[in-house]
């Protein structure tokens, strides 16, 4: 194996088995995946364009990493098994103080609150309720033969 210029390397077998001998493709740089002709050897037309894909990718895997560490660390509600939307998550992570609710998605939260408002609807018409009939039955008292000397 003889290496030429540049970091291109070429075997004499492969010069002396090309028809073309040593004009044909018989040299390979470092680093490529096929045989190239001398002066496409020589010639370095995607240096800096090389430089930038493998940047571009360097970058893109950076960022395709910091995504997954970020879904990694989504909360997930303890009642369903969702993840948080960004909105929640935010919602969530801004508050001072803590609430029963937190680990609960959206919907599940908005389920809850329909839940317990339903309840103090129910309470409130079972306290008017009572206090009704216990109007009634003071009124019922006074009606008796005995209730008139009161």
């Known amino acids: 194996m003889t290496i ?14 090309d028809p073309a001998g040593a004009a044909g493709p018989v040299r390979r740089r ?6 190239q002709t001398l002066s496409e050897a020589l010639d370095n037309p995607d240096g800096e364009r090389l430089y930038r894909m493998e940047e571009e990718q360097s970058r893109r895997r ?13 909360p997930v509600c303890t ?11 935010q919602s969530v992570i801004q508050t001072s ?14 389920e809850d609150v329909d839940r317990e408002e339903a309840e103090r609807a129910a309470r409130r018409e079972a306290e008017e309720a009572a206090a009704r009939e216990a109007a009634e039955a003071d009124a019922k008292k006074g009606r008796g033969l005995f209730g008139r000397r009161r």
């Open 30 to 35: 470092l680093g490529r995946e096929k045989w």
């Open 4 to 17: 030429a210029p540049r970091g291109a390397v070429t075997e004499l077998e492969r010069i002396t088995a």
């Open 79 to 89: 009642r369903c098994g969702r993840k948080f939307t960004d909105e929640r998550w």
């Open 97 to 110: 103080w803590r609430s029963t609710g937190d680990n609960l998605c959206r919907p599940c939260q908005q």
């Open 62 to 74: 950076q960022a395709e990493s910091k995504a997954a560490e970020r879904e990694a660390q989504r």
